[in-house]
């Protein structure tokens, strides 16, 4: 196995398989009890990257996750990945079918992700989507540029990094092959944060952590804009790998504030 993570208390382990006559195949199989019948929509969409193929095995068997928690993170993620886009009203109701719980836990979901910045409660009416703002967007840039170019500068002699990021780069133009935009997003964001933890600050690596939720909300706008620029970003991702390897302390801010200044610039004329 290559890899495992956990989805709604079930417990998925992931190996790359590789079918007879050089084709590829994914598919699953289960351990246990059934599984929540949304993950079966996240499989098929991670089973359509091209490049790759990907055998999963899930133990239903895993420890429960409580409704109200498993609601939030549901919830959360299609508002990330904006599903449910800036404006939208949600329902108690509506959320309580998709999430296959009772409403009393999405109640509680909602008054989590109000305390996020995500949504604002209108009694007896649901959930208003926060859109992104201008303040916003302009904030979460900035910090993303002090600390990238700072740990990318000091990073540049971090051992494995180059491979790693190759790795990341190379999942990159899977998603994009795909037009994956979930996809080609978690690996943008694994390419910047790999380089901001090969810096070795435990207090930066964590400040670049919370920006994680606002970040790929505003990514995944910015690449949905146009498959364009996700050849756009994939070309400015090889430019810091580039720099990296070169050394070259100065190079290294130049590639990561263009990187930056072209999400500033798009984000800030068509989010």
């Avoid at 929509?41 to 895993?62: H, K, N, P, Q």
């Amino acid at each position: 196995m290559d890899f495992a993570t956990r989805h709604t208390g079930v417990s998925v382990a992931k190996s790359m398989i590789n079918a007879g006559g050089g084709g590829w195949v994914c598919g699953w199989s289960t351990v246990g009890a059934a599984w929540p019948s949304s993950l079966s929509a996240d499989l098929s969409r991670a089973c359509a990257v091209r490049g790759s193929s990907i055998a999963y095995v899930i133990d239903a068997s895993a420890p429960k996750v409580p409704a109200a928690a498993r609601a939030y993170q549901a919830i959360k993620e299609t508002i990330l990945d904006r599903t449910y886009p800036g404006g939208t009203l949600l329902t108690e109701g509506e959320l309580a079918d998709r999430v296959g719980v009772s409403r009393t836990p999405v109640r509680e979901a909602l008054l989590r992700l109000e305390g996020d910045g995500l949504v604002r409660l209108y009694p007896k009416k649901g959930a208003l989507v926060l859109p992104v703002s201008a303040a916003e967007i302009a904030d979460v840039l900035e910090t993303r540029e002090l600390v990238e170019a700072h740990t990318a500068m000091k990073a540049a002699d971090a051992e494995g990094l180059l491979p790693e990021l190759g790795d990341r780069l190379a999942e990159m133009r899977a998603a994009r092959t795909a037009v994956d935009t979930v996809a080609f997003m978690a690996a943008d964001r694994a390419f910047h944060r790999a380089v901001v933890a090969a810096a070795g600050n435990a207090v930066l690596t964590g400040l670049y952590d919370s920006l994680r939720d606002r970040q790929l909300r505003m990514g995944v706008e910015y690449m949905r804009s146009g498959a364009e620029r996700m050849d756009r970003a994939i070309a400015e991702h090889e430019a810091i790998a580039r720099a990296l390897a070169s050394g070259d302390r100065e190079r290294i801010r130049r590639s990561v504030h263009r990187h930056t200044s072209t999400l500033r610039a798009t984000l800030a004329t068509g989010r």
